[in-house]
């Protein structure tokens, strides 16, 4: 499978972005998709999932409430969604699939994007 995602870009503090993440190839039900980041020096660090099948979320902590991942089962495509940007959200951003249905380790999916960098400015 390969994965494309968009939408990066540079946005100001308290703004919104909106990443895509399309799939080819199919996707079941029992996969999961998701979105990681990694900022310089740091590691890659989950953000959020969605069971692709019942369409069940999972958050980290620092974007609960400000972040939201969705779906598009018809357009092979993952969305994520965030609002009230902050600079410390500024990373390179990711979307993957497992095939086990992992939800928070990234060692555990095994396609990857290619990322798109999301910059907020303070």
């Known amino acids: 499978v390969q994965l494309q995602a968009s939408g990066g870009g540079l946005v100001q503090a308290g703004g919104s972005l909106r990443l895509s993440c399309a799939a080819s190839?199919?996707?079941?039900?029992?996969?999961?998709m998701g979105w990681f980041r990694q900022a310089p020096g740091k590691e890659r660090a989950f953000v959020a999932t969605?069971?692709?099948?019942?369409?069940?979320?999972y958050y980290a902590d620092s974007v609960k409430g400000r972040f939201t991942i969705s779906r598009s089962t018809a357009e092979n495509t993952v969305y994520l969604q965030m609002n009230s940007l902050k600079s410390e959200d500024t990373a390179l951003y990711y979307c993957?699939?497992?095939?086990?249905?992992?939800?928070?380790?990234?060692?555990?999916?095994?396609?990857w994007g290619q990322g798109t960098q999301v910059t907020v400015s303070s």
């Open positions: 969605i069971r692709w099948g019942t369409g069940l979320t």
């Open positions: 190839g199919r996707t079941f039900s029992s996969h999961t």
């Open positions: 993957a699939r497992s095939v086990r249905g992992a939800l928070y380790s990234a060692g555990s999916f095994d396609s």
